[in-house]
């Protein structure tokens, strides 16, 4: 019984330097006053719930006020309520507690279980069309990646039909492509504040010779230096019907997952994909099915 009565009491003192730790940090965004923090400690005691509730509970912040407080305390980054420096399709960084976001994550934990956590840093994302949302998938997958502290490259290796630009909202027309027809010995990659463990190579100036560029030796030659900085590194790779591209980049990442679309791909276009990702001496590590 005492036992019990110490163990109690133990957690509540752990509780309260937590809680005294988020309201600091509600003050110092001006969502709450001094006195307000004190009206929801006399609450949380006397009903026995988290701070977090208590505050909730008077209406002096939102649900989405303490989600955030708790996203800087565990380091877990994501955007602002309204900002739009994102493109809102990008529901990792805008609505990283929704149930979409958690299967993301349940992705993320198998890849990182079956690929990543074996020593390898480098997978593609491809599909067998234009409209099976791989490149969405890419961009969003390579936002959960570096949610979990991980020096995260998102590389656009569409050259045929890229969309990374728009979506991170990138201003630069330099990319790969600029990259591998130089040979440039340096380059920059785009960096956002609100993702700090987020880098992201374009794709660059729309060229002819898209599928030529990336069997050069320059294209395996980067993705090797790049391996030294970064711990994953997503390709978003164009679609088999648009060219071969899609094969090349999945064969310098040695894995590849496969999207397809919900009663839009058929069955015998993701078979002829994995057939010619197989016969690119690619490992696929599973297939997602995009349900919109």
């Given at each position: 019984m005492d036992?019990?009565?110490?163990?109690?009491?133990?957690?509540?003192?752990?509780?309260?330097?937590?809680?005294?730790?988020?309201g600091d940090v509600l003050i110092a965004h001006s969502k709450l006053a001094a006195q307000d923090v004190e009206q929801i400690l006399e609450l949380q005691k006397r009903k026995k719930i988290l701070f977090g509730d208590a505050a909730i509970e008077l209406g002096l912040i939102t649900d989405?006020?303490?989600?955030?407080?708790?996203?800087?305390?565990?380091?877990?980054?994501?955007?602002?309520?309204?900002?739009?420096?994102?493109?809102?399709?990008?529901?990792?960084?805008?609505?990283?507690?929704?149930?979409?976001?958690?299967?993301?994550r349940s992705l993320r934990g198998q890849l990182l279980t079956r690929w990543f956590n074996l020593g390898h840093k480098t997978l593609a994302v491809t599909s067998a069309n234009v409209e099976d949302g791989a490149s969405l998938l890419a961009a969003n997958l390579?936002?959960?990646?570096?949610?979990?502290?991980?020096?995260?490259?998102?590389?656009?290796?569409?050259?045929?039909?890229?969309?990374?630009?728009?979506?991170?909202?990138?201003?630069?027309k330099?990319?790969?492509?600029?990259?591998?027809?130089?040979?440039?010995?340096?380059?920059?990659l785009a960096r956002l504040n609100s993702l700090p463990n987020l880098s992201i190579l374009p794709a660059g100036t729309t060229v002819p010779n898209p599928q030529e560029l990336l069997n050069s030796n320059g294209f395996s030659e980067l993705i090797t230096n790049l391996e030294k900085v970064y711990d994953i590194i997503i390709f978003d790779s164009s679609p088999l019907i648009l060219g071969?591209?899609?094969?090349?980049?999945?064969?310098?990442?040695?894995?590849?997952?496969?999207?397809?679309?919900?009663?839009?791909?058929?069955?015998?276009?993701?078979?002829?994909?994995?057939?010619?990702?197989?016969?690119?001496?690619?490992?696929i590590l599973g297939s997602v099915l995009q349900g919109y």
């Open positions: 036992s019990s009565n110490h163990y109690s009491q133990t957690n509540h003192n752990v509780h309260v330097e937590k809680h005294e730790l988020i989405r006020d303490l989600k955030k407080v708790l996203s800087q305390q565990f380091n877990y980054p994501y955007l602002d309520e309204g900002s739009h420096q994102l493109n809102e399709v990008l529901v990792a960084a805008h609505t990283p507690f929704s149930d979409e976001v958690e299967i993301l390579a936002i959960v990646f570096s949610q979990l502290n991980k020096k995260t490259l998102l590389i656009d290796a569409n050259l045929r039909r890229s969309v990374q630009n728009s979506l991170f909202n990138i201003e630069t330099l990319g790969l492509a600029n990259i591998l027809a130089n040979k440039q010995g340096s380059y920059e071969s591209d899609a094969l090349t980049v999945a064969a310098n990442a040695k894995a590849a997952i496969v999207v397809a679309r919900k009663n839009k791909t058929l069955a015998v276009e993701i078979q002829h994909l994995v057939q010619q990702l197989h016969m690119a001496n690619t490992n």
